[in-house]
């Protein structure tokens, strides 16, 4: 792979990494601080895609931002209300949520599966013009993608230590506490999911925009790919305050669109994309209880080989 | 402070696990009292604060708390006056967050989108040093590094950070090795005195019953079956405590975890 080669996967990598992190950190939010993993992901994300392409393709580019965020509160806020107020429980809110919005995106997209944004403007085009003179006019959707990332890591680390913040972190943390306090965790998993799905619709929108369409499967598997990227990043900075983790977040989706790139690259077939994202989430998943086993597996081990040698004398 | 009258509570009504946890309860408390309960197994001595603090709905009577009727308030919003403790110390506070963030959970000062101030900082620091377990040096660490007895100081400090009106001790110390139950005892003592919190603590210690606080009650079958206070529970002997109990309730008193000393 020659120098060049290697700079456009970088930065294939860096924008798909940028717009995927914002639902990374959806699930940072979600996943890590509210401790429910919100299935709901991949629906939402096409609902902000759809939302998103067809605010954009009437003429209103900019409007399609709030627009997809708003769509995606909706549906966090169905789901907190199934699994809150109607005793569902919370993997099944989304799954439910999830199937749901299947009908209702292509419902939103007016009953065709695809929306085409060829030639019409996008957030993404109105940055092109902006930048046409100068260095970074190449770089349209790095500096579009790196600023919403931004502002949302921003707001995280503001939103996540204030009182209503802490309070959402308290509530994943220790439900127990929670419930013998005044705090009302059916109002922190309502606004939390709100506030994650929020970004995970902005997130799915601005993929749609650029890569000029939204189809109806442009959100499959996002919460697998979300839940690696954030495990990955984790890994890297998972410990110190709320601003460093989030940081990781951005930086796990960074690096595991980077590993699929090369991946592909090195004549990986696209298609293998899914089965590399469960391997990484699983692997991720089982680390934390394998670890905890060593000292016992171990142990075992060498005591058959003590006891081998036993037999032997 | 706390007007309970004649509050019942049956658990699985009509099956043959049906039980009366309380029957036909009454508890009038006067501001700043400090009552300490003792009890059989079974006596319903946690069914009371659950009910106090609003877990489940009592079948009948009622609760009134500072002169609010509180029998049909949700939980979350009695928990705004009433701080409670309970045996497992890792329940009242949140292991992955800081000492810090936990406190300005506690603190409840401002409104939702606050944050923490240099001001608060300097209060916390202040208030955790009066526990004499070095926590204020500690602010930014996760709570989940504490040990058990820490922890219990800490959600005793976080519960009454702002003086609530009414303070429920469940065997707060149970779970703790004996000297840091006598040093978190010392603890709630202090903070209970200062701010002359009205408050209820089951215990299993016979003796701890009648030194601490103004007044002990004794409880079986989810009823009160012996309320004393002043003169004659200064005179008051653990054998006196125990006999006292067994013409009550026509039985032994019977637990499991009991210190008679």
Redesign the interface.
């Known amino acids: 792979m020659n120098l060049s080669a290697l700079f456009a996967v970088g930065q294939t990598a860096l924008e798909l990494g940028l717009i995927c992190s914002l639902t990374v950190l959806a699930l940072f939010l979600s996943y890590s601080m509210l401790n429910v993993c919100d299935l709901s992901t991949d629906g939402c994300f096409t609902l902000g895609a759809a939302v998103g392409a067809v605010v954009a393709a009437a003429g209103h580019p900019l409007l399609s931002i709030p627009a997809a965020m708003l769509a995606g509160v909706c549906s966090g806020f169905i789901t907190a209300i199934m699994q809150t107020k109607l005793g569902i429980n919370s993997l099944l809110s989304g799954i439910i949520v999830n199937t749901g919005l299947y009908s209702v995106n292509i419902m939103v997209m007016s009953g065709k599966s695809q929306i085409n944004l060829n030639k019409k403007a996008t957030v993404f085009t109105m940055m092109r013009g902006f930048l046409a003179e100068t260095p970074l006019k190449n770089q349209y959707v790095t500096v579009v993608a790196a600023l919403a990332v931004v502002l949302t890591v921003l707001f995280l680390t503001l939103f996540l230590n204030t009182r209503l913040g802490l309070a959402i972190r308290a509530t994943g943390d220790n439900p127990d506490m929670v419930r013998s306090s005044s705090i009302n965790p059916v109002f922190t998993t309502i606004v939390g999911l709100c506030v994650a799905n929020a970004f995970t619709g902005l997130s799915g929108c601005l993929m749609a925009q650029s890569q000029q369409s939204a189809e109806i499967n442009i959100g499959g598997s996002m919460v697998t790919i979300a839940l690696a990227s954030l495990l990955i990043g984790s890994t890297l900075m998972g410990k110190g305050n709320i601003f460093t983790r989030a940081v990781g977040m951005v930086l796990g989706a960074f690096v595991f669109r980077l590993v699929y790139a090369i991946a592909l690259r090195l004549n990986m077939p696209a298609f293998m994309l899914k089965l590399v994202s469960s391997v990484i989430v699983a692997l991720a998943l089982a680390l934390p209880y394998l670890k905890d086993q060593w000292p016992v597996i171990s142990r075992r081990l060498s005591y058959k080989k003590a006891a081998a040698g036993r037999e032997v004398k | 402070m706390l007007n309970i009258s004649r509050i019942s509570k049956t658990f699985n009504h009509g099956t043959v696990n049906e039980k009366r946890a309380i029957t036909d309860l009454s508890l009038h408390l006067a501001p700043g009292d400090f009552v300490t309960i003792i009890g059989s197994n079974g006596a319903g001595k946690s069914t009371l604060f659950n009910a106090i603090?609003g877990d489940f709905l009592t079948d009948s009577g009622s609760i009134i708390l500072n002169g609010e009727d509180i029998t049909f308030m949700?939980?979350?919003?009695r928990?705004?006056h009433i701080g409670?403790l309970?045996q497992d110390p890792?329940?009242?506070?949140?292991?992955?967050?800081t000492i810090e963030?936990?406190l300005?959970?506690?603190a409840?000062s401002?409104?939702?989108?606050?944050?923490?101030t240099k001001a608060d900082k300097k209060r916390f620091r202040e208030r955790l040093a009066l526990l004499g377990m070095g926590l204020e040096e500690r602010m930014k660490q996760p709570v989940g590094l504490l040990s058990g007895g820490q922890r219990q100081a800490l959600t005793l400090m976080m519960a009454t950070f702002v003086p609530p009106w009414l303070l429920l001790l469940d065997e707060h110390t149970a779970a703790l090795d004996p000297a840091t139950a006598e040093r978190v005892l010392e603890i709630t003592r202090d903070i209970v005195n200062k701010d002359k919190i009205t408050t209820l603590m089951v215990t299993h210690n016979m003796q701890q019953a009648l030194e601490l606080g103004n007044r002990t009650l004794m409880m079986d079958a989810g009823g009160i079956v012996l309320d004393v206070k002043g003169e004659e529970r200064a005179k008051m002997t653990v054998a006196d405590l125990l006999s006292q109990f067994r013409d009550r309730a026509g039985k032994n008193l019977d637990n499991d975890r009991m210190l008679l000393s």
Request: glycine share 14%; net charge positive; charged share 15%.
């Open positions: 603090c949700p939980a979350f919003k928990s705004k409670r309970f890792m329940r009242g506070s949140a292991p992955g967050m963030e936990n300005t959970l506690a409840a401002g409104g939702w989108l606050s944050h923490v």
